[in-house]
């Protein structure tokens, strides 16, 4: 059977009840406003999405689905037919282009797939921080008098990385992932019995480079959305966001630490209305080549360093 070819993750949208405080967040967050419409603002980084969040005014607080883009014309059609009703429509955002969006099977989390979008010019401006490289003992990598120098400010983001959920049933989902669409597991995560119970996923370009994981999913009592996780250009970058968040007294939640699978440094934080938010530097990437991992549930497998993981991290 064909699959829908997806070329990459685009942007993830969010309602709000008090719209006001979420954009407050969500620039201290490091995300740059690019546009509005009506109840909508849309947040670019500085690569070439047009944009990476929209944070939408709603009478709930809801998780409202992540965008893909897809190679051709014909996978947004191919997308369309695996839910019925799911009609392509012109996207009213920046960028254009076409959408379609549909519901997965088991916990009717919203999709949404894109094509046609137009990219924007990468902002290199906002990319200045943190660019010198490295000394270290034995190797000194910078001129003489050539200083790191930085600004105290958000962690502008580069764009989105990736975005997890929690299903109810773990074996359907990823059934319906991994045979419609060019989603390939990085690692596959077993519980005590030996059965699988959560995924990293990728997509599959074949030798082309690609993040160890764009989606994520495990499976739980209650589906509700994990987090979304943003990357930023390095872990100078990181820091400064981090003193930033808490200058401005934002809420942490875990960080900041070194994962295990994946390898990224992160720092998790709670926006305004308690959804989970990451930076993120430093993630592997994975080709055709490289083998599935596996591993055992459980805390041990998290994170290398860093503050112990919380309790409600794990819910």
């Not at 699959?3 to 942007?11: D, F, G, L, P, Q």
């Not at 495990?218 to 990181?238: I, L, N, W």
């Amino acid at each position: 059977m064909p699959k829908v070819s997806i070329t990459r993750i685009a942007h993830v949208y969010y309602r709000y009840r008090d719209l006001d405080k979420a954009h407050s967040f969500l620039l201290d967050f490091g995300l740059i406003e690019v546009d509005r419409r009506q109840d909508r603002i849309y947040y670019r980084g500085y690569g070439t999405e047009p944009f990476v969040f929209c944070a939408e005014k709603a009478n709930e607080d809801e998780f409202a689905g992540a965008a893909f883009a897809v190679d051709s014309f014909e996978d947004l059609e191919l997308a369309a037919s695996l839910c019925s009703g799911s009609k392509i429509r012109d996207l009213d955002a920046p960028g254009g282009g076409k959408i379609v969006s549909l519901q997965d099977p088991t916990n009717k989390f919203p999709f949404h797939f894109i094509h046609g979008q137009s990219h924007t010019s990468y902002d290199t401006n906002k990319e200045d921080r943190g660019t010198q490289p490295f000394n270290y003992p034995a190797t000194k990598n910078r001129d003489a008098g050539t200083f790191q120098r930085f600004e105290k400010g958000p962690a502008i983001v580069h764009k989105l990385g990736h975005f997890g959920i929690c299903t109810t049933n773990f074996e359907e989902t990823f059934k319906f992932f991994t045979e419609n669409f060019n989603f390939v597991p990085s690692d596959l995560i077993d519980d005590e019995t030996g059965r699988d119970v959560a995924t990293f996923l990728h997509l599959d370009r074949g030798k082309e480079m690609v993040d160890h994981h764009c989606f994520f999913f495990y499976e739980g009592p209650k589906p509700h959305v994990r987090h979304s996780s943003f990357e930023v250009h390095d872990f100078d970058t990181q820091a400064l966001g981090h003193d930033w968040l808490t200058e401005q007294g934002h809420q942490i939640c875990w960080g900041v630490g070194r994962h295990l699978l994946g390898s990224q440094i992160f720092d998790y934080w709670y926006d305004s209305a308690k959804f989970i938010m990451e930076h993120y530097i430093d993630g592997d990437v994975v080709n055709s080549d490289t083998p599935v991992a596996k591993s055992k549930l459980g805390k041990d497998g998290l994170s290398v360093w860093g503050p112990d993981v919380p309790l409600d991290f794990l819910t």
